[in-house]
């Protein structure tokens, strides 16, 4: 199984305090949802994130649980609201056991 | 003379299995797992959310035709100041013509800012997502959207 699991994330440049900026995320991964059948008709086992949270600063500010109804290459929006200079943690959970992080530091203007 | 002819039998050979194929992945997308139904769906919410909803405050977007059901583009928002005296504590969303009515909960807090999630969703046929939103005193709002799907997204 091509294993390139890479988490991608867009936030705006330089919000102003207090604003409320959107988080755009996706993450590279087959979302195999248990269903399919490969050739020989044997059932392709179950292979998804399953779970999705994301703090800033340490405190919580999103989070999701996903079923196999969401798409291959998890895309997820949400919004957050900045009050302080920062650091965005994400952290994806597979099925498999595997955890992908990534990191995205928010420096206000001005 | 001679070779025109197999070469005729031989491409109506290839659309005939062809159609075989398609015929056969039909059949095993039908024969497959039972699907949700609104009923299993609602009771599937009645386990992430107790309570009778009332309609309101939450907004599913989705467009009313989806040609490739594999991506179905959506997003739910909920009507909340996000204070933290009042905020929405969680929304769910369900669906009920998939192999399994779950899709998706997610979490917020007054740091969210906003409780407004845009996903991908797979349908498997035409159906109805439902959204639920539990609120921070407690109460369950809900709302629900028709989406027409040419192409399944749960492919046999």
Redesign the interface.
């Given at each position: 199984m091509a294993d390139d699991i890479k988490p991608r994330i867009r936030v705006p440049q330089n919000p102003k305090k207090g604003e409320v900026i959107e988080i755009k995320t996706l993450i590279t991964h087959p979302m195999e949802s248990g269903q399919r059948k490969d050739a020989q008709g044997n059932t392709i086992p179950r292979r998804i994130v399953n779970a999705i949270s994301v703090t800033y600063n340490g405190k919580p500010v999103f989070s999701g649980k996903l079923e196999p109804a969401i798409s291959a290459n998890p895309y997820l929006s949400f919004f957050v609201k900045v009050e302080e200079n920062g650091t965005l943690a994400f952290e994806w959970k597979d099925d498999d056991g595997s955890v992908y992080k990534a990191e995205q530091k928010i420096t206000l203007a001005g | 003379m001679m070779r025109r002819d197999l070469t005729l039998n031989r491409r109506r050979i290839v659309v005939g299995a062809l159609g075989a194929t398609a015929a056969a992945a039909l059949a095993?997308v039908f024969a497959?797992?039972a699907s949700a139904t609104p009923e299993s769906a609602k009771q599937l919410l009645q386990t992430l959310a107790k309570g009778d909803p009332k309609e309101g405050r939450v907004s599913v977007k989705a467009p009313e035709i989806a040609e490739n059901g594999?991506?179905?583009p959506v997003t739910v928002s909920v009507e909340s100041p996000?204070t933290e005296k009042d905020h929405v504590k969680a929304v769910h969303i369900v669906?009920d013509g998939?192999?399994?009515p779950?899709?998706?909960?997610?979490?917020?807090?007054?740091?969210?800012?906003?409780?407004?999630?845009?996903?991908?969703?797979?349908?498997a046929q035409t159906q109805k997502l439902i959204a639920v939103a539990e609120m921070s005193d407690g109460t369950l709002w809900s709302a629900a959207r028709e989406v027409k799907v040419t192409i399944g997204?749960?492919?046999?």
């Open positions: - | 095993t497959g797992p594999n991506a179905v996000m669906a998939n192999p399994n779950g899709v998706a909960s997610f979490f917020f807090t007054p740091a969210s800012g906003k409780a407004e999630v845009q996903l991908r969703v797979r349908m997204g749960c492919g046999g």
